[in-house]
């Protein structure tokens, strides 16, 4: 299990983490869900060993990361996959997974075993002979997860896993994490933008501006927001909010070109809400269920996707 704890990183003036904290029991998958340049990245180095930790602490199993001699133990644990792939690109698929598996201390045999099965299992056992240079990013991206899944580490670290990736190779990666929990009992720290992404985790940690804002599972998280959203769109919000206020007592969130308010049973408001307001002064108006995304902007003020 890693165990992380009062975790923080500076650059100069810049706070990048601060006082973070994150367990990730074995066999589990926690998501860190947060907007690009909330410290994910970050975490998941400290977490790694890539960067040197200066405050806080990460244990794996108990052991101390940082402190030798026990960190080589920590380190070959831990299997990484990195927003640039940590691969050789004038090398073929072969030769980079084959340089792996000797820097991991693999047998030839057993190399040769776990290359096959991770390469077929993955569909890119007909690339071998390829460099990693001709290869699409969907490609290269399970080339790397081949590699950090080579020595069968205890957990994977994924940073950003899906970047880049078109909706089927993404699709692809995950099936492939799936059979692998189920298989192996794998755990996965995943560091993700993508709310859709995050749901697919057992639990999501929420990170802002370096710091935890929320960790629950996906349900409970979404339950954060109550009900339905209903979703108002108009030229002339301004008077469409002072409207609302005035006659229903309704307050509700801007967010680009709409007004988002929260109601325990949308379909029942929506007639009160045509009611109140002059006609013509809505251009549309829909009502859906709360997603992780409305979950964050609640919980922060601002959206992922900033
Ligand atoms: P995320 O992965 O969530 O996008 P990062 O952990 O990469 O966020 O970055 C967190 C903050 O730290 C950002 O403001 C980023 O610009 C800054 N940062 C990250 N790495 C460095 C670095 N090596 N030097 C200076 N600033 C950095
Ligand atoms: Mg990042």
Redesign the pocket.
């Given at each position: 299990m890693l165990v992380v704890s009062g975790l923080g990183?500076r650059?100069?003036d810049?706070v990048?983490?601060e006082d973070f904290a994150l367990e990730v029991p074995s066999g589990a998958w926690v998501a860190l869900l947060?907007?690009?340049?909330?410290?994910?990245?970050?975490?998941?180095?400290l977490i790694a060993g890539l960067l040197p930790i200066t405050a806080g602490r990460v244990t794996f199993d108990g052991l101390v990361h940082g402190a030798s001699p026990t960190d080589v133990r920590v380190r070959a644990a831990i299997g990484v996959v990195f927003q640039s792939p940590s691969l050789d690109p004038k090398l073929s698929v072969a030769e980079n997974l084959g340089l792996c598996a000797l820097i991991r201390g693999l047998s030839s045999t057993e190399g040769a075993a776990r290359i096959a099965e991770l390469t077929a299992a993955l569909g890119v056992a007909d690339r071998m002979a390829s460099l990693v240079a001709e290869l699409s990013g969907g490609l290269r991206r399970r080339v790397d997860l081949a590699r950090a899944l080579l020595a069968r580490p205890s957990i994977l670290l994924l940073?950003?896993p899906s970047a880049g990736l078109d909706e089927s190779a993404f699709r692809r990666l995950w099936e492939f994490l799936v059979q692998s929990r189920a298989r192996d009992g794998l755990t996965v720290l995943v560091?993700t933008?993508r709310p859709e992404e995050a749901e697919l985790c057992d639990r999501i940690v929420v990170?802002d501006g370096?710091k935890k804002v929320a960790e629950d599972t996906p349900d409970a998280l979404k339950r954060r927001v109550s009900g339905d959203l209903v979703i108002l769109e108009s030229d002339r919000l301004d008077e469409v909010q002072s409207i609302l206020a005035q006659t229903l007592g309704l307050s509700g969130r801007r967010s680009a070109d709409q007004l988002v308010l929260e109601s325990e049973a949308g379909h029942r408001l929506v007639p009160r809400l045509a009611e109140a307001l002059p006609a013509g002064l809505l251009r549309a108006i829909s009502v859906r269920r709360p997603s992780l995304a409305d979950v964050f902007v609640k919980l922060t003020g601002s959206s992922l996707a900033a």
């Open positions: 990183q650059f100069g810049l990048a983490l947060g907007p690009n340049g909330s410290g994910k990245s970050t975490a998941l180095a940073d950003e560091a933008h990170i370096g």
